[in-house]
């Protein structure tokens, strides 16, 4: 698959199923990962993959964090977030390790250089065949989760890629004009 079309008919894929990515094919992806921008060689990321009862455990801390959220969450609720990760056979968390204070790197191109990452990580999954989805949602941004993720007060949870075999069929993609999004001042 030449560049262009990847990067043209790559798509989110809702279902997914076993396998996981291989440890060699996971390799390809986290190298295409670290392929992203990175303004003073920052590195600026951090993955964390979950499979098996990993993924288990990440519910448990969704499930957690409503609980936190509301004490009165009725059992379908938590339910339904313990099952959050098991939509797939892998999540990686994309965090943005920031490091504060760096000149001429603020907090959000940090930020973005992790987004990058997990674009990466999206792309090569697709190269490879696989499926992937990006999700965040509010456990993203929530201190439960940021605390049982081990997150420093500057880091961001970026995205949570759940990862898989492909489960359905491409959806029909959407054909934009970019002349809707480009302003040209020349």
């Not at 049982?148 to 993609?173: N, Q």
């Amino acid at each position: 698959m030449d560049a262009l079309t990847l990067l043209h008919e790559r798509s989110s894929m809702g279902k997914l199923t076993e396998p996981a990515p291989s440890d060699e094919q996971l390799s390809a992806i986290y190298q295409a990962a670290l392929r992203a921008p990175d303004h003073k060689e920052l590195r600026p990321w951090r993955f964390i993959e979950f499979s098996g009862e990993g993924r288990e455990r990440l519910g448990e801390l969704f499930a957690e964090a409503e609980f936190q959220e509301d004490p009165h969450a009725d059992d379908a609720t938590l339910e339904s977030a313990r099952k959050k990760p098991l939509r797939a056979p892998m999540v990686i968390a994309v965090i943005a390790k920031v490091t504060p204070d760096i000149a001429k790197v603020p907090k959000m191109e940090q930020v973005i250089s992790a987004g990058c990452a997990a674009h990466g990580i999206l792309l090569a999954t697709h190269a490879l065949g696989l499926g992937a989805m990006w999700r965040s949602g509010k456990y993203a941004f929530d201190p439960v989760v940021r605390k049982g993720l081990s997150l420093d007060e500057d880091d961001e949870v970026v995205a949570f890629i759940y990862l898989g075999t492909l489960g359905g069929r491409h959806k029909p993609l959407p054909q934009h004009d970019a002349a809707d999004f480009v302003e040209r001042w020349g």
